[in-house]
């Protein structure tokens, strides 16, 4: 008998364990190590997804553990009022790696908080209240950062903040305005705009936005897209806050994901890939902003706010990453892992797109390629079908679209394993097709 199979450990989650969204694998997680996770039966499953998509230098990496290690044992929490060198240090170490005008830095636990932070930030700084974002978003499950989440968890929990208005993101899969049989994104963000202006009441504070929005089913923003919504944002007297949950720290080929465009956010926030699976977060704004908060009186801090053993784990991060070239690695790979994912296409009719940057890969399952039409319950065979064969992948599924797998293994993966992963995919896919 399998030991995942322990009647024990599912009587206790079945009467002890909140449900918080989709199904529990029926599998005990025992271990991780690299690119990998073990269940109870000693059987290696493939992690695709880094985890929770944040674990970009794989699982169990020593130098993480070692710093983990040291601070557990000598300082790993303290009063919000207290400083210590590894938040000092983590601070300049962002400021000096992004551009002129990200200089002050605030660190926190998860990404929900770092948006909540920036949210008030540009509330305080403009003197204005409404949000504007994605409609397709994911920017937390707290309060205001779930105002500004529109692809799930809006219904049944009564109103969402006041000033909160969302424009479509541009979708180059399925287009909503064309010219010439293409994609017209900038008449996309005009009409956008048009209706923000229509329903807002003078009190535009901000645009919150992901570089590439992964659980709305890993789109990115066209290259000159940043720099227009920008345009729209400095024109309103908005902040433009950029959301780099998934796309900081080198997983799009860049170190941070708005560097492509040359375009610089007022507020950045980062946080999964930034702690490589630890809870750290952090918001990175200039110093004119931060000065003017603070003189309004600026209040945010959370019980885990400049945490040392987080700031540490991060500050090793930041290190690792640059000292391995880890971004153009990932641009390498993503180059690797997306010609693989095209040759299954060709094989398969069910695959209607693959997109994404670096090692951040949208895969969108359809019926046929031609019609576009989405098949949902084929997705979520391939998905099981994975996880059988010991491949684990994430698929989201929103209305209007198909289902969209969202590929992001560890920064650190190797040739082998990108091609353990697609072929895997492939035998899958063929045995849900069936």
Request: with cysteine; charged share 25%.
């Given at each position: ?211 590439i929005l992964s659980s709305g089913g890993l789109f990115e923003l066209p290259l000159g897209y940043l720099a227009a919504l920008k345009k729209k944002c400095e024109e309103r007297g908005m902040l433009l806050i950029l959301d780099e949950a998934q796309t900081g720290m080198g997983r799009t080929g860049h170190l941070f994901a708005f ?129 059988d064969l010991g491949l684990s992948m994430n698929i989201v599924t929103l209305p209007g679209m198909a289902g969209v797998f969202r590929i992001a293994p560890p920064l650190t993966v190797s040739d082998a ?18």
């Open positions: 008998m399998s030991r995942n199979s322990d009647p024990k450990f599912w009587r206790d989650v079945s009467a002890h364990l909140i449900r918080y969204g989709g199904r529990f694998e029926q599998l005990i997680i025992e271990r991780a190590q690299g690119s990998f996770v073990y269940d109870a039966d000693g059987r290696a499953i493939l992690d695709f997804t880094s985890g929770q998509m944040s674990s970009i230098l794989g699982h169990g990496h020593a130098e993480i553990a070692a710093v983990v290690t040291e601070y557990a044992t000598n300082l790993d929490h303290l009063f919000s009022g207290m400083l210590s060198r590894p938040v000092v240090d983590l601070a300049r170490g962002l400021a000096e790696a992004t551009p002129p005008g990200l200089d002050r830095v605030m660190l926190l636990s998860t990404g929900g908080e770092s948006n909540e932070a920036a949210i008030k930030m540009a509330k305080l700084y403009t003197g204005k209240h409404e949000i504007v974002g994605f409609a397709q978003s994911w920017h937390g499950m707290t309060g205001g950062a779930a105002s500004a989440t529109y692809s799930a968890g809006r219904k049944g929990y009564g109103p969402a903040a006041v000033g909160s208005l969302a424009i479509p993101a541009p979708n180059s899969y399925r287009p909503r305005f064309e010219r010439n049989g293409k994609p017209d994104w900038k008449a996309e963000l005009e009409y956008g705009f048009d209706l923000v202006d229509s329903q807002s009441t003078g009190n535009l504070a901000a645009f919150l936005a992901e570089p560097e492509r465009d040359g375009v610089v956010p007022d507020i950045l926030t980062l946080s999964k890939t930034l702690g490589a699976g630890l809870p750290l977060s952090a918001v990175v704004c200039s110093a004119e902003i931060e000065e003017r908060c603070h003189e309004r009186g600026y209040l945010f801090y959370t019980t885990h706010v400049s945490d040392p053993l987080p700031a540490a784990v991060g500050l090793k991060v930041l290190e690792i990453v640059q000292r391995d070239g880890l971004a153009e690695r990932a641009r390498v790979m993503g180059a690797r892992l997306e010609q693989g994912l095209r040759v299954l296409q060709n094989r398969f009719d069910c695959i209607g797109d693959v997109r994404g940057r670096g090692l951040l890969l949208g895969m969108e399952i359809v019926a046929d390629r031609a019609g576009k039409a989405p098949a949902p319950e084929l997705g979520a065979r391939i998905t099981r079908a994975c996880m394993e990108i091609d353990l992963g697609v072929e895997l995919l492939g035998r899958a896919i063929e045995t849900a097709t069936r």
